[in-house]
């Protein structure tokens, strides 16, 4: 087989003044053994390390790289949303500059894509590793949801990530997906762009459309590191309104249709925005206060609704 028979297959890497770790992102990209994919790079730095790195070792080689620097910085979100803009591949996958994939992530992902057309996504079981590389002991966001390979159904596990309010397919590097499947911006769910639950909102997007299998096995590690925001103060805010959004117009998508379901994913998201409270105490701000009351208001009357129907 030539290598145009078999479907090509976008990694897009956006990347913000980390020239080490994108480095090693890109070669574990360029190192898959699936053999028809282009690499789309999205360089938001403030200077120039990345571009020197790219235009030197590696764009006289390697052809299947395209490389965009921006000429001004986009931010995550939008230079994320360029590259899926610019991305010819029918089947997607993000690499976060500070990740790896194994290098049978793509070619293990597809074979289960070319055999089952019902598949929206494919996503895998993934390892967590620290600055140098060094594999650290698994927790709460890296639980593995099935002990071996498993199909299972889009709106099954949509329904389960949001009782649970809980990322069950993983970051962004982890899946696969089918590009057409997303209709909405990645990290758009019914026309609002989310803040930090990102890729939540594009996983529920993609499972209302088909099905998921899940790989038992580890195709992709996600660093921990000194230089990631993983859980600030802005952050805990964003996503507490992310998720209220979420669970509020999931069900517009086909989801939460079982008033039981629906019920506990509203009780749910409203312990965490009760915790959010505890969490800023004294860091509490007015801005802060009104923004939890508007999503406790929005839990609060949706619940009230709920309650009134089974009546």
Same mark, same amino acid.
């Given at each position: 087989?030539? +290598?145009?028979?078999?479907? /090509?297959v976008?990694? $897009?890497? #956006?990347?913000?003044?980390?020239?080490?770790?994108?480095?090693?992102?890109? =070669?574990?990209a360029?190192? %898959?053994?699936? #053999?028809? *994919?282009e690499? !789309?790079?999205g360089d938001?730095?403030?200077?120039?390390?990345t571009?020197?790195? +790219?235009?030197?070792?590696?764009? #006289?080689?390697?052809k299947?790289?395209?490389? !965009?620097?921006?000429?001004?910085?986009?931010?995550?979100? %939008?230079?994320? /949303?360029?590259?899926?803009?610019k991305?010819s591949?029918?089947? !997607?996958n993000?690499?976060? =500059?500070?990740?790896?994939?194994?290098?049978?992530?793509?070619?293990?992902?597809?074979?289960?894509? $070319?055999?089952?057309?019902?598949?929206s996504l494919?996503?895998?079981?993934?390892k967590?590793? =620290?600055?140098?590389?060094?594999?650290?002991?698994?927790?709460?966001?890296?639980?593995?949801?099935?002990?071996?390979?498993?199909?299972?159904?889009?709106?099954d596990?949509?329904?389960q990530?949001?009782?649970?309010?809980?990322?069950?397919i993983?970051?962004?590097?982890? #899946?696969?997906?089918?590009?057409?499947?997303? *209709?909405?911006?990645?990290?758009?769910?019914?026309?609002?762009?989310?803040n930090?639950?990102?890729?939540?909102?594009?996983w @529920?997007?993609?499972?209302?459309?088909?099905?998921?299998?899940? *790989?038992?096995?580890?195709?992709?590690?996600?660093?921990?590191h000194?230089?990631?925001?993983?859980?600030?103060?802005?952050?805990?805010?964003e996503? @507490?309104?992310?998720?209220?959004h $979420?669970?509020t117009v999931?069900?517009?998508?086909?989801?939460?249709?079982?008033?039981?379901e629906?019920?506990?994913?509203?009780?749910?998201?409203?312990q965490? !925005?009760?915790?959010?409270?505890?969490?800023?105490?004294?860091?509490?701000? =007015?801005?802060?206060? %009104?923004?939890?009351?508007q999503?406790?208001?929005?839990?609060?009357?949706?619940?009230?609704? $709920? %309650?009134?129907?089974?009546?």
């Amino acid at each position: 087989m030539t +290598i145009n028979t078999y479907p /090509l297959v976008s990694i $897009l890497i #956006p990347t913000y003044n980390r020239p080490h770790y994108f480095q090693l992102a890109l =070669d574990s990209a360029l190192a %898959q053994t699936y #053999p028809n *994919i282009e690499i !789309i790079i999205g360089d938001d730095s403030t200077d120039n390390k990345t571009q020197e790195l +790219i235009k030197q070792s590696y764009l #006289p080689i390697y052809k299947n790289i395209v490389y !965009i620097q921006n000429s001004v910085s986009l931010g995550q979100f %939008q230079n994320g /949303l360029l590259l899926f803009e610019k991305a010819s591949g029918n089947y !997607i996958n993000y690499l976060m =500059d500070d990740d790896l994939l194994h290098p049978d992530k793509i070619q293990k992902m597809m074979n289960l894509f $070319l055999t089952d057309n019902s598949l929206s996504l494919v996503t895998s079981y993934r390892k967590l590793i =620290d600055e140098k590389g060094e594999h650290i002991p698994d927790g709460p966001i890296n639980i593995k949801l099935c002990e071996i390979t498993t199909k299972l159904s889009g709106m099954d596990v949509g329904n389960q990530m949001l009782m649970n309010c809980c990322n069950y397919i993983g970051e962004p590097t982890t #899946p696969l997906f089918k590009k057409e499947h997303l *209709i909405e911006a990645f990290g758009t769910l019914n026309g609002r762009e989310y803040n930090c639950c990102v890729d939540m909102a594009s996983w @529920i997007h993609l499972l209302s459309k088909g099905n998921l299998t899940y *790989i038992s096995e580890p195709l992709s590690y996600f660093r921990i590191h000194s230089g990631q925001q993983l859980q600030s103060n802005m952050k805990l805010l964003e996503g @507490i309104e992310d998720l209220t959004h $979420l669970i509020t117009v999931s069900k517009n998508y086909g989801f939460l249709q079982n008033k039981t379901e629906y019920q506990k994913a509203l009780q749910e998201v409203l312990q965490r !925005i009760l915790y959010a409270f505890q969490h800023y105490n004294k860091d509490m701000t =007015d801005m802060i206060y %009104q923004r939890l009351t508007q999503c406790v208001e929005t839990v609060k009357i949706e619940l009230q609704l $709920l %309650q009134n129907q089974l009546l």
